[in-house]
């Protein structure tokens, strides 16, 4: 799309706002009551371009490339470079400017993966709007909207396009993102004047904005750039970085390690020349191999490539994390509140029982297949017999947003799945649901809302009735029901009896709706809350199942060894809530407080049972941010999951707010730290335990990095304080930190999660990374790796070995240190040495493969001889050096050895 036209666009239709909807309609040639039709949206599509605002340009790769120069370490080595060649070092500052590139180019690649991750959560969590075409309604990405379609807009949506309200429901929304006005406005259909600014378009619902409350329809007229936000923001430039607390304080810790090692440098350089009398370029040398040694160049990138790695697991296990520290988060986290419809359960409902005032009714079939029969006792019941059952079923069919869709094998429901059991059921009763739909038109309807827990429609049949449809949670229904509908009629209604009935379905588990009826004054249009709260008819009770997950029994049971407390908070039935958390197997299914029982408890008395009971009934949005407030309280780091727009606060207050990827509202999706795409319990408890393998690899890449620099730094301090000769010159060394230990470690991020990885309780949330276990770990292979580079070059020195040699072979030593160390830290406690443990990564293998290639050529291939001063190594030396790095290898497996039955003998104490 040019300006230009653009530009004309807006000046000839700038005023929707003033103008009657109805020739908004007009003007795009739509129907509001069918919408268009497709051949017609794919002429717009083309006209108007997809529903986007243009994305800023992605860096290209060559200004990406460029970027990786801007870092201090680079600088440092810059100038190293630089000085090198002022003194006249040409192969030093060829090898010094090469390493650069490398670093340059493994930098390149890391940001390039960080990228590919970042975009891939990106694009799995495109908005989608519900829209009404061809007479049907869909749910379609929001990039498919073109001018003219008809969009369907409820509580919890971020609106999709610029359009023209149709109508409105108590449609109220928040449009801060245009106007910075916090306060939701109330919406209406009638025209405002021409020149009303943003805030006063009343008639408006404007791209980008919020819907908190209500339901209403509305006409596209403006998409894409075309819309009032794509007008002021042309641009949408997503700058993230990819990083989390942990990574910011590694990022911190090498940017000081770094100006520390300089001054130390400095102090290094005077000492040699001024006190052991070095010449100043010997000693320059000296210093910067010290600095080399001692600055963990590879770690930065390799903790982002780890968590890249971890954010595109998490999403390919359908979590896509939202805010990147969650991550990290998601291995302290020591209670998961759950909903449960759709999450624990399968949320594919079917309605199995009928109670109404002529009997118990059995629903045959399965799923949404609408094939089966009606029992009652024996008695199999033909519904055309039964008014009192078609009554209750076409009240189920009206009283209803869904549509089902499909043919023999395959059905679909679009919208609610309880609402499309109970289209099912109608169908089963032999009801047509577009000619019952005809037949009694809506006029109007309360939307349902988890507040009040049931929805009312307004219905005109040709022959000037009206009446009024209620259904919804029993006891919302039943409290303004005054009689039930039996087989002669109308009958008196006894609530204790009801009661009872409800119950005995909630007991099995079924979820438990009350459908009723009220006749109308012929001429109402408008239906109230008022008119539903007294002189209601009760049709009946429906009881639907949903069965849990089968895969949610078994993550509940995987928390339960992972030290993780799992909690049902529902808006269904006490009774329902508590049988499917008993087929569920939380630890404590028993006791349900219920969100009246909620209301009447204070915090004290509140905060005593949340730590011990597992099942929240009948909760509102409300009662959740309050569960979590006093969960975190008792110091628990809580993750809650939810949906509507209600949930907002309490998943902005959770440590980790959990969104639903297909039922949930972009509200709730904003407001969350992570949305799971499937709505599955089991993908929770699974991101979970890839929360824990990105942290444990993250920890085993530093564990595994520090002490190389530890080794070279304490064997060249050694060289210096003692007046030695360099084990390892600066570019060898180099050499072993940006390309050796870098392609070793890379092979950490790539590692599986460990078997006890959800058997060991959440580690603490303010527990160091480095523990002292861990440090004392450092020390020790920092000590051996300086020990072995140290013995062997003194060693083959006395032997008579050249100084070259020696060097070659103490380098070689180190990494093949490396080598055998990386095999010992994949497993931190445990031991290494077992054949599957040995070989099962793939990407450990590999990374040995390279380096030991890698290797090969610098010890043999002549013109890294040149530029490394290296020297081949003959078959003693080089079975030697293999020798000394399974060494290190045996010595900690001994350790780890030592440490468990150390460990054991402290348990068995009783300590
Ligand atoms: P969860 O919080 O576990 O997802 P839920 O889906 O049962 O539970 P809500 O959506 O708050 O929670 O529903 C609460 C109750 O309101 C339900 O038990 C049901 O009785 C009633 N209800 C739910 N959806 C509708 C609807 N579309 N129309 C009428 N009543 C409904």
């Not at 519900?130 to 807009?153: C, F, K, S, W």
Request: hydrophobic letters at 45%; glycine letters at 10%; charged letters at 20%.
């Amino acid at each position: 799309m040019n300006e230009a036209w653009r530009d004309q666009a807006r000046s000839a239709t700038p005023d929707w706002h003033a103008r009657p909807a109805e020739a908004v309609a007009e003007h795009w040639t739509v129907a509001p009551e069918s919408g268009l039709d497709e051949p017609e949206v794919t002429r717009r599509r083309e006209r108007h371009g997809p529903n986007r605002l243009p994305e800023a340009k992605p860096r290209s790769a060559l200004s990406r490339f460029l970027a990786q120069f801007r870092n201090l370490l680079i600088y440092v080595l810059l100038g190293a470079a630089l000085i090198t060649a002022l003194l006249g070092h040409w192969v030093d500052t060829a090898v010094i400017l090469g390493v650069v590139l490398v670093n340059a180019v493994i930098g390149f690649v890391q940001e390039g993966k960080a990228e590919d991750a970042l975009r891939a959560i990106r694009d799995m969590l495109s908005a989608r709007a519900m829209v009404r075409r061809e007479g049907r309604q869909y749910t379609l990405p929001a990039e498919d909207l073109v001018p003219g379609d008809i969009v369907l807009l409820q509580a919890g949506d971020r609106v999709p396009a610029d359009m023209r309200l149709w109508r409105a429901r108590g449609l109220q929304i928040e449009e801060a993102a245009l106007t910075g006005e916090s306060v939701a406005q109330e919406k209406v259909t009638e025209p405002v004047a021409g020149e009303a600014v943003l805030g006063d378009r009343l008639g408006m619902a404007y791209s980008g904005t919020l819907v908190t409350h209500g339901q209403g329809t509305g006409i596209v007229v403006g998409t894409g750039a075309d819309t009032e936000i794509g007008r002021i923001s042309r641009l949408v430039s997503q700058v993230e970085t990819l990083t989390t607390p942990l990574l910011r304080q590694m990022a911190t810790f090498s940017r000081w390690l770094t100006g520390a090692v300089l001054g130390l440098a400095a102090l290094i350089f005077l000492f040699g020349t001024l006190w052991r009398g070095m010449a100043p370029g010997e000693s320059f040398m000296t210093v910067v191999g010290l600095a080399v040694a001692v600055i963990p160049e590879g770690l930065p990138a390799i903790l982002t490539v780890t968590l890249a790695i971890g954010v595109q697991r998490l999403a390919g296990r359908q979590a896509i994390i939202r805010r990147l520290p969650v991550v990290e988060t998601l291995g302290s986290l020591g209670v998961i509140c759950s909903d449960k419809t759709g999450t624990l359960t399968r949320n594919e409902m079917m309605v199995r029982s009928l109670v109404t005032g002529a009997g118990h009714c059995t629903v045959e079939g399965e799923g949404y297949r609408p094939r089966g029969g009606f029992r009652r006792g024996d008695e199999t019941l033909d519904p055309a017999c039964h008014p009192w059952l078609t009554r209750l079923l076409r009240a189920g069919l009206l009283c209803n947003d869904a549509t089902l869709e499909g043919s023999d094998g395959d059905w679909q429901v679009h919208g609610d799945p309880m609402e499309g059991a109970l289209i099912t059921a109608a169908l089963k009763g032999g009801l047509e649901a577009d000619d019952e739909r005809a037949a009694n038109p809506r006029t109007d309807l309360i939307p349902f809302d988890a507040e009040h827990k049931f929805m009312a429609t307004l219905h005109h049949d040709h022959r000037g009735q009206a009446f009024v449809y209620v259904k919804g949670a029993p006891e919302a229904v039943l409290r303004a029901c005054q009689a039930v509908w039996g087989e002669q009629g109308e009958e008196v209604l006894d609530p204790e009896a009801w009661e009872g009935h409800i119950e005995a379905l909630a007991a099995d588990g079924q979820r438990v709706l009350a459908v009723a009826c009220k006749a109308m004054p012929s001429h109402a249009q408008e239906v109230d809350f008022a008119d539903v709260e007294s002189g209601l008819v009760l049709l009946g009770l429906l009881g639907l199942i949903d069965p849990p997950r089968e895969e949610a029994i078994r993550a509940v049971a995987d928390c339960r060894a992972a030290g993780i407390r799992v909690k049902m908070i529902t808006g269904d039935h006490a009774g329902t809530a508590r049988a499917i958390a008993g087929q569920l197997h939380l630890a404590n299914a028993d006791e349900v407080i219920t969100g009246q029982q909620l209301e009447r408890m204070d915090d004290d008395a509140l905060a005593r049972r949340v730590g011990e009971v597992d099942v929240y009934a009948r909760v509102s949005p409300e009662h959740k941010l309050r569960l979590v407030t006093l969960l975190q309280a008792q110091g628990a780091i809580v993750a809650m999951t939810g949906d509507g727009v209600n949930d907002a606060p309490a998943l902005k207050r959770a440590d980790v707010g959990i969104a639903m990827g297909r039922k949930g509202t972009e509200a709730a999706k904003e407001a969350a730290e992570m949305v799971i795409a499937d709505d599955n319990f089991a993908s929770i408890v699974r991101a979970v335990e890839q929360g824990r393998t990105v942290y444990d690899n993250l920890k085993k890449a530093i564990v595994f990095l520090l002490p190389i620099n530890g080794g070279e730094a304490i064997s060249i301090l050694i060289a210096v304080l003692f007046g030695l000769t360099l084990p390892i010159t600066p570019v060898q060394i180099l050499w072993v930190n940006m390309v050796s230990s870098v392609a070793l470690a890379m092979a950490l991020a790539f590692e599986a999660t460990e078997p006890d990885a959800m058997r060991r309780p959440p580690r603490p949330a303010d527990e160091a990374m480095i523990s002292s276990f861990l440090l004392w770990r450092i020390a020790l292979v920092a000590a051996l790796m300086a020990a072995g580079v140290f013995g062997i070059f003194r060693l083959a020195l006395a032997e008579g070995a050249s100084l070259e040699e020696a060097r070659t072979y103490a380098v070689n030593t180190l990494v093949l240190m490396e080598i055998f160390y990386l095999f010992s830290v994949r497993f931190l406690r445990t031991p290494s040495l077992t054949w599957e443990r040995m070989f099962n990564s793939r990407a450990a293998i590999l990374a040995v493969a390279v380096v030991a290639l890698l290797q090969l050529t610098f010890t043999y291939a002549p013109f890294m001889n040149h530029f490394f001063d290296t020297r081949p190594v003959d078959f003693v030396h080089g079975v030697e050096i293999v020798l000394i790095g399974v060494g290190l290898f045996a010595v900690l497996e001994v350790e780890k050895l030592w440490l468990r039955r150390a460990a054991g003998r402290h348990r068995s104490d009783g300590g």
